[in-house]
């Protein structure tokens, strides 16, 4: 089985988008909301904020290169996503009732991730 270009481009856009975004255009809007998960503004909110920026960046280019055939980096965004839906579970509860289902569209996501892992795993054993 061949992996379609576009299932690969789509993961590495998603990634591209969510780090950029909010780096560009969302500073103070992403600071609030880690604000609200108890992140203290310190410094240490800018800098939560900036890595997973960057975190998400730079999944979004290891997967435009030969990196999308390894199974670590499908685990890695997996786990990512995990924590990420559970941080938002445990501080922002209000997003599993929100209109648009932000939170409930990473079990899509997650499943995808996780087929992903399996596959690359299976075919680099």
Do not use: C
């Not at 800018?46 to 980096?73: C, E, M, N, P, R």
């Not at 445990?90 to 932000?102: D, G, S």
Request: proline share 6%.
């Amino acid at each position: 089985m061949i992996i379609p270009n576009h299932l690969y481009y789509a993961l590495s856009f998603l990634w591209l988008y969510s780090g950029l975004i909010p780096l560009l255009f969302a500073r103070e809007p992403s600071l609030q909301l880690l604000h609200k998960m108890s992140v203290p503004s310190n410094g240490i909110d800018w800098l939560i904020f900036i890595g997973a920026s960057v975190l998400d960046i730079v999944y979004g280019i290891l997967i435009l290169t030969k990196f999308k055939y390894h199974s670590w980096l499908w685990l890695s965004q997996f786990l990512t996503v995990s924590l990420y839906s559970v941080l938002i579970i445990v501080f922002l509860p209000e997003n599993l009732t929100h209109p648009f289902a932000p939170l409930i569209k990473n079990i899509p996501i997650m499943a995808l991730l996780f087929w992903l892992y399996q596959y690359h795993k299976n075919i680099n054993q």
